[in-house]
């Protein structure tokens, strides 16, 4: 009778890792930085149907890099979980920790169980508070670790020379411009210092959550002109809307109907 082979659980866990982060490492990275109203995605992605950056609740958005039909069964569990508590609860019990958690406890049990591969993702959960102090973003691995990062996070391709990259740079206060310029200047660089590549707007995927919206969701993709006009530097773009609101907001004052004029008699 043969000896099964034997692998020792911290070589096992080791070797699921490496695999894990190889996975990884072939996507393109997605960067996270906050601003003076908000947080701002950009992920370098061509494809205009399957997204990298999402919203998953009023002020909570989602990013992630690796396999796309794994991290998109994450975002549709979370979305699930964000309306449950919701409606059971309160919108406010909606939070970016308690999602995490949640993310964390499912990828932490995929990744010990021996009968599957562990999931080849890395995400991102963000949200944005009422004040800069306020905002959140917690990075997730695919061992269900998790990061409490502050004010930048990379994750994906060479994301630890893009990190370091963002954290000497990045200061408190930037407009959208800057925070959008720095953002895809640190996603072009060469890691090995070569001559940076040129990203145009349409290798880019940019969302924002901004807390100056009037809308209780805080979520809004930047498209098209908006979007070029932007990365060019242009800070009056950052109040153009091109998603109208289905109805206006609660403070509007609504138009009362015209009165009825009565009707003359007619002359004999």
Not at 16 to 22: L, P, Q, T
Not at 68 to 79: A, H, K, S, W
Not at 145 to 172: K, M
Request: glycine residues 8%.
């Amino acid at each position: 009778m043969s000896t099964p082979f034997y692998v020792s659980p911290q070589q096992a866990m080791a070797d699921r890792a490496e695999y894990a982060r190889k996975g990884i490492a072939r996507g393109r990275s997605v960067v996270v930085l906050t601003y003076a109203d908000g947080i701002v995605f950009v992920a370098e992605n061509t494809s205009r149907a399957l997204h990298k950056v999402s919203e998953i609740y009023d002020r909570i958005a989602f990013a992630a890099v690796g396999r796309y039909n794994e991290f998109e069964n994450l975002r549709i569990g979370g979305v699930r979980y964000a309306d449950l508590r919701g409606y059971s609860y309160d919108r406010a019990d909606v939070n970016a920790r308690g999602l995490a958690n949640v993310y964390a406890q499912t990828l932490g049990t995929i990744f010990s169980s021996t009968g599957e591969k562990p999931y080849e993702v890395e995400l991102i959960v963000a949200e944005v508070g009422k004040s800069p102090h306020d905002d959140q973003i917690y990075r997730l691995t695919p061992d269900g670790s998790v990061v409490d990062e502050q004010h930048t996070v990379a994750v994906g391709g060479n994301s630890e020379s893009i990190s370091t990259y963002l954290q000497q740079r990045h200061a408190e206060g930037l407009t959208l411009p800057e925070a959008l310029k720095l953002a895809v200047e640190s996603l072009a660089r060469d890691p090995n210092g070569g001559q940076a590549r040129t990203l145009t707007q349409d290798q880019l995927e940019v969302a924002v959550l901004d807390r100056s919206r009037w809308q209780q969701r805080k979520f809004k993709r930047l498209v098209g002109g908006q979007l070029g006009r932007l990365l060019a530097g242009d800070e009056t773009a950052v109040g153009d809307e091109d998603d109208s609101p289905a109805e206006p907001p609660a403070e509007a004052a609504v138009e009362a109907p015209p009165e009825e004029t009565p009707e003359t008699p007619a002359e004999d």
